[in-house]
């Protein structure tokens, strides 16, 4: 069963992702205002094929820790694709920090560049992080809430990694709060797994860190905060 609900939704997702990227040709060129709510469905279809064809449900706790202020900083676990499309939804007005060859997708690269999402080359050392921040600092201006991924890729269920210090470099040059947040999404969607289970992926959205001067201490509390989850 699990087989056959992976390949429906497969053939779902991308079925959906080529008519909405066709479709997406109107937005990109006359109505470009439209991109970041195009988007947004795209993702929430995308979403509500999970649930209905895999029976793979969301449930998130703590919503009320995100902060007040139009602009934050999400900090999140990252163990599956779907990761990259819950919070388009979550979220009023949210960018992802994404890596650059995400770009070069047809019709699917255009638009998450018009919806405003930041691309990062993740080879591209200093030079890169600053131009990383200066086009945070522009989505900031726009009223975005910004979500970055500390272990820079996905990892397996229980599996620890170095955290990339950007998160508190990015924090600290534009004066947000980091807000951590823990999810169980790789037992549903294991990471570069085709197959996807049935249950609930829990999505824990923990207190802000609003100092972030320390970058070990400040990493180190994004770690404490996922944990408390996983004890």
Same mark, same amino acid.
Not at 35 to 52: D, H, I, M, N, P
Not at 157 to 186: M, R
């Given at each position: 069963?699990?087989?056959?609900? %992976?390949?429906?939704?497969?053939?779902?997702?991308? %079925?959906?992702?080529?008519?909405?990227?066709?479709?997406?040709?109107? #937005?990109?060129?006359?109505?470009?205002?439209?991109?970041? %709510?195009?988007? *947004?469905?795209?993702?929430?279809?995308?979403?509500?094929?999970? /649930?209905?064809?895999?029976?793979? %449900?969301?449930?998130?706790?703590?919503? /009320?820790?995100?902060?007040?202020?139009?602009?934050?900083?999400?900090?999140?676990?990252? *163990?599956?694709?779907?990761?990259?499309?819950?919070?388009?939804?979550?979220? /009023?007005?949210?960018?992802? #920090?994404?890596?650059? /060859?995400?770009?070069?997708?047809?019709?699917?690269?255009?638009?998450?560049?018009?919806?405003?999402?930041?691309?990062?080359?993740?080879?591209?050392?200093?030079?890169?992080?600053?131009?990383?921040? *200066?086009?945070? *600092?522009?989505? #900031?201006?726009?009223?975005?809430?910004?979500?970055?991924?500390?272990?820079?890729?996905?990892?397996?269920?229980?599996?620890?990694?170095?955290?990339?210090?950007?998160?508190?470099?990015?924090?600290?040059?534009?004066?947000?709060?980091?807000?951590?947040?823990?999810?169980?999404?790789?037992?549903?969607?294991?990471?570069?797994?085709?197959?996807?289970?049935?249950?609930?992926?829990?999505?824990?959205?923990?207190?802000?860190?609003?100092?972030?001067?320390?970058?070990?201490?400040?990493?180190?509390?994004?770690?404490?905060?996922?944990?408390?989850?996983?004890?």
């Amino acid at each position: 069963m699990t087989f056959i609900r %992976s390949v429906s939704f497969a053939i779902y997702f991308f %079925s959906l992702t080529f008519i909405m990227g066709i479709a997406a040709l109107g #937005i990109r060129f006359i109505a470009k205002k439209h991109a970041l %709510s195009y988007a *947004q469905l795209w993702t929430r279809l995308s979403l509500k094929g999970l /649930e209905k064809i895999c029976k793979i %449900s969301t449930q998130v706790i703590g919503k /009320e820790n995100l902060p007040q202020e139009h602009s934050f900083l999400i900090a999140s676990q990252h *163990q599956s694709a779907f990761d990259t499309f819950v919070w388009m939804n979550l979220l /009023e007005r949210p960018a992802y #920090i994404m890596k650059r /060859e995400l770009t070069r997708i047809p019709l699917v690269g255009p638009m998450l560049l018009l919806a405003g999402m930041i691309p990062l080359d993740r080879q591209g050392g200093v030079k890169a992080l600053k131009s990383l921040i *200066q086009d945070c *600092q522009k989505a #900031i201006d726009d009223f975005r809430q910004i979500i970055i991924f500390p272990e820079g890729t996905r990892t397996a269920v229980g599996e620890k990694v170095k955290l990339h210090a950007g998160t508190v470099a990015i924090a600290n040059q534009l004066n947000l709060k980091i807000v951590p947040v823990s999810i169980d999404s790789g037992y549903c969607w294991p990471r570069n797994s085709f197959f996807k289970y049935p249950g609930t992926i829990h999505i824990t959205i923990h207190p802000p860190i609003v100092d972030t001067s320390n970058r070990k201490e400040t990493l180190a509390a994004i770690e404490r905060s996922w944990r408390k989850v996983e004890s």
